[in-house]
């Protein structure tokens, strides 16, 4: 399973940004996709993740401003970010599980700043 992430990028606080990720290989069998991200002197965190039948799991800080669902093609998973704010620049990380192991795609920089 290889999984691609685009979408990242420089907004002000307060503005949105989509991040898409595209998964290929063995991908009948993924079961939940989603976003993780690791900010400078963090640990790498859970932002939000979206199963096969549709059941999300938010972090706390992306409740209410954050939205990931899945496209038509079950391979893809977006994260819809709204109302972003400095603390969530970070590295986003796209992830897969399939049959219990987790795969990674290269990460995406999203830098909130003014």
């Known amino acids: 399973v290889q999984l691609q992430a685009s979408g990242g990028g420089l907004v002000q606080p307060g503005g949105s940004l989509r991040l898409s990720c595209a998964a290929s290989?063995?991908?009948?069998?993924?079961?939940?996709m989603g976003w993780y991200r690791q900010a400078p002197g963090k640990q790498r965190e859970l932002v939000a993740t979206i199963t096969s039948g549709g059941s999300t799991n938010y972090a706390d800080s992306a409740k209410g401003r954050f939205t990931v669902y899945r496209g038509n093609a079950k391979n893809t998973v977006y994260l819809q970010m709204n109302s972003l704010e400095p603390e969530d620049t970070a590295v986003y990380y796209c992830?897969?599980?399939?049959?219990?192991?987790?795969?990674w795609g290269k990460g995406t920089q999203v830098t909130v700043s003014s």
């Open positions: 290989g063995s991908i009948l069998t993924i079961n939940t």
């Open positions: 992830n897969g599980v399939r049959s219990g192991i987790d795969y």
